[in-house]
């Protein structure tokens, strides 16, 4: 579902710096990581004792000669041959085709079903009818030198899934991303959008929010174009003679509010089975409440060129041959939209690897199979390579060995939809995750050129041990070494000495891929991974996101495929096979105080907003915009911010970074002392430590989105896929819902407090030892 690479870490460098630049700071010093030479001590690896990771480094060594670049290959070519959305008959295929793999290599598996909805459009009309008259195409059409799409009649039409059906006429209104600042800047203005249609290009955002937000303004109907400044022309070639977004070329994609819930939209909360209790499709909180559509920048020109009304400022300027104005009108555009509201199956393919010593400990690996349309790039690039690790595991399984704890590999169904497959398989089994979870690994898709890490914090030491023993294959440093000299050219004097000497940060999660109902609904430890920023991608979500594209412009020899399957794979089998599972809580300690700062930071600088905005006010030195010749409108004063105390957050962080310092401190006596715990003493600190995550769940949930447990890692209320860290607290003070602004710290500290207290008893079966 995301779009690699751009909406999450500092890991698409190559889109904002010369890789030539970036080769060069290679040369600085780096800790010897992959470069071990003869007679130089391995690393030690988190949760193994010297001999048991001598032993590890071997199974992976093993795994690593089984991994091959023409699988992964041969492996797109099929799953990728015909449109496979879920209920498709090639995503069934393609579901069956996955599980007989699976089988033959030794797993057990299963093709688990769920009923979901899934809209498809009976009727799509967009025309202007003032002051000319248009008619939007509304299809891509085929190339001649496309190869791999298969038959253009089995493609989904461009479409918004789960908008509602509408009948509509208004004046347009251009609202740039349309965020709830554009909204703002609008009112500065003086444009007001009710009863009007916006038009908003994609970024800034996850898609659903711009139909959101809009009808929060009154407005009647949404339309979302792709402008060539964000993926087509403006970025390079557009498709086939380059890799980027043509004209006619568009983004399908959802628009259901799953800041409120993924999933299907009809069963929250509780899967979505056959016989499961249903909610009327109108009584369904998710799905929009206006009609939105999205079109090619093909069908947006004419649109566009018809607007009248003040010049857009300069950030709102995209990259077509016009001037962006923001309307309203003169340009009235009629907008149409029926869709089937049909229920479809969805097919997740579930594989087990039984555990010998510690099966009740389960290590998940998913990626969904299911997309838009062919989906050589999201989702099939990265779920090759999860097949890639599931063969590689087989036959070393067929070697004699066994994992220590059992692996689940996972491919999802409907994920494109809003982590349908995912979600509904997570609420099939939730009291079972949250007794026997120790970690899920997500990827989506995969390029090729930096390592894109984002999870747990718990996890950031394994992540970086794995990083640092995986080569790049085009750079031949580890892959670690090679993202910190990436964040490095971007980062700050401060930043580039702790990226120096230390390791590099995981990205907290928000939403967009199928990690999310593990993470932030069952409190389960989560990483999202894969590699990108060299690959030229504007085909997102269109129907020429297919083989052809993907071996010429992504990753044309499959290398980073493998360089996916061994990252996740190291992973699994880390996970799998530590003597004490690999958590360290520093990294997380420091995380939580980081965010706890910043909440403070944000209620700072808000109060001293506030009170410049109403001096301001009272002044009357208000300017003139200096983008238009249009005043701007006569602002309010705004309420000052109360006092606010943050002392229950700081509190719990203080005791948490103890907490975490001491675990630490008392397993590396441990390891120091060359002694293991005995077998039944390592189970009892497993438990305590895959169940840590949990404690920073709260049944009641989040203020007004109950589905959203975790307090410290939530998809934002108006980003959608951007993360919101300590989110009860934080989107209080961005949304001035102060109200109960003590109770919602209150909760946040007690998770936080909770999970010292996890961490805490860790640290007692350490110091017990025997």
């Known amino acids: 579902m995301p779009r690699p690479f751009l909406l999450t870490s500092l890991a698409h460098v190559a889109a904002i710096a010369p890789v030539a630049a970036i080769a060069a700071t290679l040369a600085l010093p780096a800790a010897a990581e992959s470069q071990q030479g003869p007679g130089v001590a391995a690393p030690p690896l988190a949760g193994f004792s010297d001999p048991a990771a001598a032993r590890q480094r071997d199974l992976e060594t ?7 670049a023409d699988d992964l290959r041969a492996w797109m070519k099929q799953l990728s041959a015909h449109p496979h959305h879920v ?18 290599w030794g797993y ?16 799509r009309l967009l025309e202007m009818t003032a002051p000319v008259p248009f008619r939007a195409r509304l299809a891509e059409p085929n190339l001649p030198e496309e190869t791999s799409l298969g038959r253009i009649d089995e493609q989904l039409p461009v479409y918004n899934a789960y908008s509602i059906d509408g009948d509509v006429t208004g004046e347009l209104v251009y609202v740039n991303y349309g965020v709830p600042g554009d909204y703002e800047e609008l009112a500065r203005r003086g444009i007001d959008v009710r009863g009007k249609i916006v038009l908003a290009r994609y970024g800034g955002s996850w898609r659903g929010i711009k139909p959101k937000v809009a009808a929060e303004h009154g407005a009647v109907g949404c339309l979302i174009y792709s402008d060539p400044r964000e993926d087509g022309f403006f970025q390079g070639d557009p498709y086939p003679k380059g ?15 799953m800041p409120l819930y993924p999933g299907d939209p009809l069963t929250p909360g509780r899967p979505a089975t056959r016989d499961a209790e249903r909610l009327d499709v109108k009584k369904a909180p998710t799905l929009t409440r206006i009609p939105v559509l999205p079109i090619s920048w093909a069908d947006a020109q004419p649109l566009l060129a018809a607007l009248g009304g003040p010049v857009a400022p300069e950030g709102w300027r995209g990259a077509l041959p016009l001037t962006y104005r923001l309307g309203p009108g003169p340009a009235r555009v009629h907008l149409r939209l029926e869709f089937d509201w049909k229920l479809a199956p969805a097919y997740d393919v579930v594989a087990r690897l039984r555990g010998a010593e510690r099966p009740d400990q389960w290590v998940l690996r998913g990626n969904h199979h299911d997309a838009w349309v062919n989906g050589a790039t999201d989702p099939v690039s990265g779920m090759v390579a999860l097949l890639a690790e599931a063969k590689a595991v087989g036959e070393l399984a067929q070697s004699g060995w066994r994992p220590r704890r059992t692996l689940v590999y996972a491919g999802w169904d409907a994920e494109e939809q809003g982590l349908l497959g995912s979600t509904e398989w997570a609420e099939a089994h939730a009291d079972e995750l949250r007794d026997k979870a120790v970690a899920y690994i997500n990827s989506d898709s995969n390029g090729r050129g930096f390592l894109d890490a984002g999870g747990s914090h718990s996890l950031q030491r394994l992540v970086n041990e794995v990083a640092r023993d995986v080569p790049d294959p085009q750079k031949k440093v580890s892959v670690a070494e090679r993202l910190r000299a990436g964040l490095i050219l971007q980062a700050s004097p401060e930043e580039r000495q702790e990226l120096r000497g230390g390791d590099f940060r995981l990205y907290p999660l928000g939403s967009g891929s199928d990690y999310t109902p593990f993470l932030q609904h069952l409190g ?53 096979e530590a003597e004490v599972l690999p958590f360290e809580f520093r990294p997380m300690a420091a995380a939580v105080t980081r965010y706890v700062g910043e909440v403070v930071k944000l ?91 949990r404690s920073l769940t709260r049944p009641e949930g989040l203020p007004g989105r109950p589905w959203y447990r975790h307090h410290i890692y939530a998809p934002g209320f108006y980003t959608g896929y951007g993360v919101k860290t300590l989110p009860a607290v934080r989107e209080a003070i961005e949304q001035r819902e102060l109200a109960d602004f003590d109770q919602r710290v209150g909760r946040t500290a007690r998770a936080i407090e909770d999970y010292a207290t996890e961490i805490e008893r860790a640290t007692a079966l350490l110091r017990a030892g025997g």
């Open 524 to 576: 389960i430890a989560a990483l999202n991974v894969g590699f990108g920023g060299e690959g030229d991608y504007g085909q997102y979500h269109s129907a020429y996101d297919s083989f052809d594209h993907y071996v010429r412009f992504m990753d044309p020899t499959f290398e980073y495929g493998v360089a996916l399957a061994r990252t996740g794979g190291r992973l699994v089998l880390r996970l799998s």
């Open 87 to 104: 209920g498709s008959r090639y995503g069934k295929e393609n579901a069956n085709f996955m599980a007989g793999l699976l089988r033959s």
């Open 603 to 693: 209620a700072d600088e808000q109060r001293e907003e506030i009170a410049e905005h109403n001096r301001r006010v009272a002044d009357g030195t208000y300017e003139l915009a200096a983008d238009t010749q249009q005043s701007w409108a006569k602002p309010a004063a705004k309420e000052p911010l109360p006092h606010l105390n943050f002392a229950p957050l700081q509190n719990a962080a203080a005791r948490l970074e103890r907490a975490a310092r001491e675990y630490g401190e008392a397993l590396g006596k441990l390891v120091a002392a060359g002694k293991a715990l005995a077998p039944e003493r390592q189970r009892e600190l497993d438990t305590v430590l895959l169940r840590a995550e």
């Open 108 to 123: 057990e598996v299963a093709i688990e079903e769920f009923q979901v909805l899934f809209p498809t459009p009976k009727t």
């Open 62 to 68: 093993r795994f690593d000669a089984a991994l091959r």
């Open 243 to 257: 890799g980027f977004r043509p004209d006619l070329g568009a983004q399908r994609g959802s628009v259901a509010d």
